[in-house]
């Protein structure tokens, strides 16, 4: 795994633990020399995994839609800023240069992100890892409709399974590493 995708929220939210995760994600995938693949903004959880990784020695790739850069939001200290025309763009390059995928807390961009590449996993676009970094159990309703969503017959019970959840970076890049793709993919009849 040479690359991880990273999908977070552009604020920090209002627990310590949500900012405190992203900097020990960031600062492992460094220690782990593993790029780090990311909304190239300086805000937020961005800005903290980001820096982190940055701080620790790691490789990190911004990909950043342009009208993004012109609302200052971008990070100016990267040594790779990919600036792409719109969001369809940068969620298409990221998911290219990405090996796996985790979505630490964030808001409706990093759900659709982190569920568009769940989607595309479903219908085997891909076959690559992906996790949720569950800090201070953020996506336990997330999942609770993971679950609810799946004993009402729309998501498969092999598919709910795909989705990797750990509360501990350390814990949950070990099982991205050993993560194996089911045989089956969802075709539409």
Not at 34 to 57: P, R, S, W
């Amino acid at each position: 795994m040479k690359r991880i995708a990273v999908f977070c929220g552009s604020q920090k939210g209002t627990r310590p633990e949500y900012a405190a995760a992203a900097e020990r994600l960031g600062a492992l995938l460094a220690r782990e020399k593993i790029e780090l693949v990311y909304g190239g903004g300086m805000v937020g959880l961005m800005g903290i995994v980001a820096d982190a990784a940055l701080k620790n020695g790691g490789h990190v790739i911004g990909v950043i839609p342009q009208a993004m850069v012109i609302k200052e939001v971008v990070h100016e200290k990267l040594p790779d800023l990919r600036v792409v025309k719109n969001m369809h763009e940068r969620k298409a390059l990221m998911a290219e240069l990405a090996d796996g995928f985790i979505a630490l807390p964030g808001g409706y961009g990093t759900f659709e992100e982190f569920c568009e590449v769940l989607a595309w996993s479903q219908l085997g676009y891909h076959r690559k890892p992906f996790g949720l970094l569950d800090a201070a159990g953020f996506y336990a309703g997330m999942l609770e409709f993971f679950d609810h969503a799946t004993r009402e017959g729309f998501i498969r019970p092999q598919h709910r399974k795909l989705v990797m959840v750990e509360e501990d970076a350390e814990k949950l890049l070990r099982r991205m590493k050993d993560f194996r793709p089911p045989a089956e993919v969802k075709w539409v009849r």
